[in-house]
């Protein structure tokens, strides 16, 4: 890694966006550059802020049973795996892994954040 005075001068944000499709949690997500003392540049994906969870409108509310996994709840009840973030999104936990790990807690399974609907919008 470069060693310079001031970090903030090595980075340059870029306009464009990635090409994640609308389903992915890094869809819009533009990228920054990093560029290091030799002039080497590194090209990597803004950092994705959580959004709010009381923003997401309730679907339902599932209580954990042994043997579950965030990409099987995304699959029954969003009907994709890859959804699994959106579970994780909505309980903020620091590992998807604890959503499912302590059989017998109560999550949330919501729609995005920003689409109205649900039990509660």
């Known amino acids: ?25 890094y869809y819009g997500l533009g990228t920054a550059r990093f560029t290091e003392a030799d002039g080497h540049q590194i090209t990597y994906l803004r950092r ?6 009381e923003g997401m409108a309730d679907l339902t509310t599932h209580t954990v ?34 959503l499912t790990s302590e059989p017998g807690r109560q999550i949330r399974i919501t729609l995005p954040s920003g689409v109205p609907g649900g039990v509660n919008g």
């Open 48 to 53: 994705r802020l959580l959004p709010s969870p």
């Open 65 to 98: 049973s042994t043997g579950d996994r965030p990409d099987l709840l995304a699959a029954r009840y969003l009907g994709n795996a890859e959804q699994w973030w959106q579970i994780a999104d909505a309980n903020p936990v620091l590992d998807p892994q604890e």
């Open 1 to 25: 890694m470069a060693s310079l005075e001031n970090p903030l001068d090595a980075v340059a944000l870029t306009q464009a966006t990635t090409a994640y499709p609308r389903s992915s949690r």
